[in-house]
């Protein structure tokens, strides 16, 4: 017994977690996420990387990323930008190429996802050893906060209409702070054909099909507060368009 709880305890101080930042003039954001980031991960004590992945911003975010690099070490901030906005879920498979945990934490850096949450999404992937733990904004003390009713609406009808459609297994489809193992994030990810917020939503059903676990733990999203949001009138007809495609192919 004691031998077995022994290496329980070893694997679990072996574990790396590596953070996947995709970025796009998020250059007021990126040093809160950060350190916040590190603030977290710093009091759990468990072993961690972020990885900045910037697509070009016009705004300077790499530059930034540059310097706080500098004050948290190279070995802690990876810099793995690109030349231009390529999409988030190419954005996802050049991150995995360049992470070195055994885990990874998929989020936003425009702070809406909180960095608190991470240790909640960790103790509920050891607890039932999920493939995957998401983030739910519809489940027990989730919830959405800054957003005006009409983007409340235009959320909830989406995730509705997916549950109907695509009976996916999980609470919420269209979020982006999820926890996977690497292993399991990359057979997604090459799985996945979708591009843009479909994007998301396609990764847990590829995992349904492919019978992966998933977990889910209640989070607070919150608007951003520095830059605009990227949603627009051409993303929600691409949702559509790939809800239908999703629906009839799976």
């Known amino acids: ?6 290496n329980a ?7 790396k977690y590596s953070v996947l930042l995709p970025t ?28 900045v992945i910037d697509d070009g911003s016009p705004d300077g975010t790499l530059q930034i990323a540059e310097q706080l690099q500098k004050i948290y070490g190279a070995d802690k ?22 992470a070195s945990g055994n885990f990874v934490i998929i989020m936003d850096a425009d702070l809406s996802h909180h960095p608190k949450f991470i240790a909640q999404f960790i103790e509920k992937q050891k607890e039932g050893g999920y493939d995957l733990v998401s983030g739910t904004r519809y489940r027990g003390d989730g919830g959405v906060y800054g957003w005006d009713l009409c983007r409340k609406l235009i959320s909830r009808g989406a995730n509705f209409v997916t549950q109907v459609l695509l009976r996916p297994g999980a609470s919420d489809l269209t979020g982006s702070f999820r926890l996977y193992k690497k292993e399991v994030l990359e057979k997604l990810v090459e799985q996945c054909v979708s591009k843009g917020y479909v994007f998301q939503m396609e990764m847990i059903v590829r995992a349904r099909q492919l019978g992966y676990t998933v977990g889910e733990v209640p989070i607070s999203f919150v608007d951003r507060v520095y830059g605009e949001s990227k949603l627009g009138g051409n993303e929600i007809v691409s949702f559509l368009k790939g809800l239908l495609t999703l629906f009839a192919t799976t």
């Open 1 to 6: 017994m004691a031998s077995r709880r022994g």
């Open 9 to 15: 305890k070893t694997a679990e101080q072996s574990d």
């Open 24 to 51: 796009y003039n998020e250059r007021e954001n990126l040093p809160l996420i950060v350190w916040l980031l590190v603030k977290y991960f710093g009091e759990s004590g468990y072993n961690y990387e972020i990885i």
């Open 77 to 98: 901030i990876l810099l793995r930008p690109r030349e231009k906005k390529l999409g988030l879920g190419t954005a996802y498979i050049h991150g995995i190429k360049h």
